[in-house]
């Protein structure tokens, strides 16, 4: 019997890197790099995928289903798994890997909290301010950081007006406004 709950999926495991896979797609939007803005590192690449994860984690938490949770929780899995995925395709030995992706998740979650209170408060500006601060180091390329907080905005306010069905099944919509049209 302990065999065939080793086989059994977790509860939304496959909606959950359905969901993820679709934040790491719209984290990779050709329009969120260059010059005028986010650096196209692997710093940079983490911190968008941090911040399309965030706002997808955070619109299943508020759900009032009370799959939005576990959910949530699903897709937080599916994210550090393809973390220690990478870690290892990127060649970190096998000692180091487990305090990598502690540290990446300490990135993740502080990242988080102060996107969720940005988006919590209605601020703009707060939330500008944390994108400056973890994604640029406090030094964005001029409009950046107003950009960038433009398009976490207009992506929570479309997250939010989705059906939870819908994610249920795996399936995000991560198009709000096109990128460097004001968002």
Known sequence: MALFGLLR???????????YTAAVQAARDPGLFGEDGVPDTLEG???????????L?????????????????????AMFADMDINL????VG??????RVRVMWEAFHGRALAYEAALEAGDEAALEAALAR?????????GAARRLAGHAMALNAALAGQPFEGFVAGQADFRATPVGAGA
């Open 9 to 19: 999926r977790r509860t939304h495991e496959r909606a959950g890197f359905a969901l």
């Open 45 to 55: 690449r983490f911190d968008l995928i941090a911040l399309h994860a965030a706002l």
């Open 57 to 77: 984690v955070r619109r299943l938490h508020r759900d009032p289903d009370p799959r939005g949770p576990a959910l949530a929780q699903a897709v937080f899995d």
């Open 88 to 91: 290892r395709e990127m060649g």
């Open 94 to 99: 096998d000692m180091s890997i487990g305090k």
């Open 134 to 142: 973890n994604v640029w180091g406090g030094e964005p390329p001029a």
